[in-house]
């Protein structure tokens, strides 16, 4: 496998690229530089390098600012994915693209990779317009995850420690429920199912099911914390973007896919902080 990863600084480009070394996967990273995804990208720098395999780790993530930026989220999750589908299809390439929990409306809760999609925010729509893309590949796959964190400054561990740190007391909403997704656990399982045949749509969140009040309690707990949480629901926050309510990925096929379950995300929690204290 050649491997080309999309994106360099972000979460999941960096996890993946420390797991694809460790695997001795023969790789190159394409930083916003290397590779604009914003305008009319050009894929010379792709082509030179002669991928087998492309990892589109680039994305726009800003879940609120989508709703005034809509351009910009629809150049960089939906246009620039249609372009880089042609060339993958062009090249025999195979794509694999990351998608999100936010292409559902949450209200059935738990869903399957075949279930309807139907996002309420436009973050959503624009990955669901990717995954459309996505899908004209032969050769790819689309892998939805949730609640991606562990890397860099702006996940939600790392903003509750900072808040925490400052405030006496934090509101945290208790009305919104997922699976939070450490990203070295999605990385580990996505380059894996990626060297094999599979193609088509997975599901790859960690087991377990959480509030964003439990996943913070959990968090300072086990940082020894000491801080007032309280429980406060979606309609306390003024924001832009519509959350679904509960976005449980199910996947039911991983022992006939040759592995195993993925980590339940309090193991996973608690082995990021004991990373942390050393
Ligand atoms: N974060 C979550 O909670 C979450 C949940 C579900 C699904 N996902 C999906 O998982 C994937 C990875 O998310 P993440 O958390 O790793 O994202 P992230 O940390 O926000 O990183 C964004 C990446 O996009 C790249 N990028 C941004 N603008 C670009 C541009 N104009 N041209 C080229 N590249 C550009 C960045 O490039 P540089 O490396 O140059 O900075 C960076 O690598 C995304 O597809 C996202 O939709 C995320």
Known sequence: MRL????KYGQLAQAARAYSEYKNIDLVNFSRNDLPM???????ALQSFGPTHVLVASAYTLVD??????GLCLALNTFSI????????????KL???STDYVFDGSIGEYRFSDKVNPINFYGK?????EVEVARVPNSIIARTSWLYGIGANH??????QAARRNKKLNIVDDQVGSPTYVFDFAQ?????????FRGVVHISSRGTASWFDFAYKLLKLKSIDVQLNRISTENLVLAAKRPKRSILLEERWSDLGFGEMPHWKDSLRDLYLQYKH
């Open 4 to 7: 080309a990863i999309i994106g």
């Open 38 to 44: 914003e305008k009319h990208p050009c894929f010379d």
């Open 65 to 70: 600012k989508a709703e005034s930026e809509k």
């Open 82 to 93: 249609g372009a880089l589908s042609s060339w993958c299809i062009r090249n025999n390439v």
């Open 96 to 98: 694999v693209y990351p």
């Open 126 to 130: 624009s990955k669901m317009l990717g």
């Open 156 to 161: 939600f561990p790392e903003k509750i420690t």
């Open 189 to 197: 399982r996505l380059v894996d199912l990626m060297q094999g045949d």
